[in-house]
């Protein structure tokens, strides 16, 4: 049964920072693509960043482009998104999800499981 959970949200001040985690369970994260979604209150969910099944290729929503980074660590199965110079704008509830396919994508019908999520809240 493959299982993600988010930790790491909280309250942070506009300008600060926080690093989500997702680990994996039920699933090999080297054998999948996965990527980060955030979904604001009134809003539809929508894609923040994504990685391939090697960690080679990383595209960002360009909104968060050289703020946040999308990383994993293949041995312990986690995946990471580092979120630096937070914006009230980032205010969110944030999902990691994988896809059963090594290519990435920015649509999140193509993704196959998702976290439960992990609210972010930036004041300003």
């Known amino acids: 049964q493959v299982q993600l959970v988010e930790a790491g949200g909280g309250l942070v001040q506009t300008g600060g920072s926080l690093r989500l985690s997702c680990a994996a369970s039920?699933?090999?994260?080297?054998?999948?693509?996965m990527g980060w979604f955030r979904q604001a209150p009134g809003k539809e969910r929508e894609y923040v960043a994504a990685?391939?099944?090697?960690?080679?290729?990383?595209p960002y929503q360009d909104s968060v482009k050289g703020r946040f980074t999308i990383s994993k660590d293949n041995a312990k199965n986690i995946l990471y998104l580092q979120m630096n110079s937070l914006k009230p704008e980032d205010t969110a509830v944030y999902y990691c999800?994988?896809?059963?396919?090594?290519?990435?994508?920015?649509?999140?019908?193509?993704?196959?499981?998702w976290g439960q999520g992990t609210q972010v809240t930036v004041s300003s």
């Open positions: 999800a994988a896809r059963s396919s090594s290519i990435h994508s920015i649509d999140r019908a193509d993704y196959d499981y």
């Open positions: 039920g699933l090999t994260l080297s054998s999948y693509a």
């Open positions: 990685i391939n099944w090697s960690g080679t290729y990383t």
